[in-house]
């Protein structure tokens, strides 16, 4: 009798379900696994299904009309968006007759205050972590796009300053997250100026040159020759076109580091110093042996017969453009231009190309 009462309001479940759902309730399986299943699933399961093939996770939530937090505690090895669910394995989708599970109790560990304790000053969430206990000024790192060197520009503080109440980002500035708030004054320091609205030129202490701003931190301060950053520019090119040596560019901009990973975006570099001899402007140079003029800056590797040469504009000029101006072929253009790659993915822009011979 016990069994017959179970198995008619098992199929009224069912059947109420189908009328509720109508045409949105999925085909489902049975009131008994027909696979291997989870030792540990809920006892008071009434319905399976058979994982048969990959679905999404929401598909199986909606198909059973079911939430993730009760497909969660009915198949305990099921964790969050479905993670870990198994192909060739039935599930639990329904228990009619589990007891009511109890509300949660809330919490009684009172929710983070916005305000730092001790110090008074009101600490927008999120932050950078690692963040001294003593900040006073903050500012919102809002996406990717946003630089270290952006916010000590605008801010008008030193990147030792910087780095010293943000502790985490880094000597290089790596570790800086973003959608945080990072300290940008403290409490007792010399909080900084309010930005204004316009760009300055500023001159470098006792050396009577305007050092353009922003500038890639840790500067010598005799520089009185610089060069724009602009996004996609690498150390080779800034090189190449200054006509000078790696070791010096290091040397007057040391945060560069020795393999130039360090370089910032959208910062002056320096490029020449005071005392120093300045690097030429670029001029038409003739290459040894064949007569015929160079001009400059030119991408490393170009071959020393070349008769014939192409201007890259910028980053939208790519091989097959060239190629297909010149008449050339890829062959013809790697084999002159060998720093540009087998495959042209290396080509620089703002340099001469060789595309005759």
Not at 172 to 197: E, F, L, Q
Request: charged share 15%; aromatic share 8%.
């Amino acid at each position: 009798m016990h069994a017959k009462l179970l198995t008619l309001l098992l199929g009224g479940s069912q059947l109420a379900q189908a009328a509720v759902a109508g045409p949105r309730l999925a085909k489902r399986d049975g009131a008994s696994p027909s696979l291997p299943h989870d030792e540990k699933a809920t006892e008071f399961c009434t319905w399976w299904i058979d994982y048969t093939e990959t679905l999404a996770c929401d598909t199986i939530l909606q198909n059973n009309q079911i939430t993730i937090t009760q497909f969660k505690r009915w198949n305990p090895s099921v964790k969050d968006d479905c993670k870990d669910m198994t192909v060739g394995r039935s599930y639990c989708v329904e228990a009619a007759f589990e007891p009511a599970q109890p509300e949660p109790e809330p919490s009684s560990e009172p929710k983070p205050s916005p305000t730092k304790p001790t110090n008074g000053i009101q600490t927008p969430n999120a932050i950078q972590p690692g963040m001294v206990s003593n900040c006073a000024k903050f500012h919102y790192i809002a996406n990717s796009d946003v630089k270290c060197a952006d916010v000590i520009s605008y801010q008008k503080i030193t990147l030792a300053d910087f780095v010293k109440w943000n502790p985490t980002v880094g000597d290089d500035c790596r570790g800086m997250w973003t959608k945080v708030n990072v300290c940008v004054g403290v409490i007792g320091g010399s909080p900084a100026p309010a930005p204004t609205t316009t760009t300055t030129t500023t001159t470098t202490a006792g050396n009577g040159v305007q050092t353009p701003q922003p500038t890639q931190p840790g500067m010598v301060s005799n520089c009185n020759k610089f060069h724009w950053i602009a996004k996609g520019v690498n150390c080779d090119q800034v090189i190449s076109y200054q006509k000078i040596t790696r070791a010096d560019f290091v040397k007057w901009n040391p945060t560069v580091l020795d393999d130039c990973r360090g370089m910032w975006a959208e910062v002056n570099v320096c490029v020449g110093v005071i005392g120093g001899s300045p690097a030429p402007a670029p001029t038409t140079t003739t290459t040894a042996g064949n007569g015929i003029q160079t001009p400059q800056p030119i991408q490393p590797g170009m071959v020393s017969n070349c008769k014939k040469f192409h201007w890259i504009a910028n980053s939208n000029v790519k091989c097959a453009d060239v190629i297909s101006y010149q008449k050339i072929t890829l062959a013809d253009f790697v084999k002159w231009n060998t720093g540009v790659g087998a495959d042209c993915s290396n080509m620089w822009s703002g340099v001469n190309q060789c595309v005759g011979v």
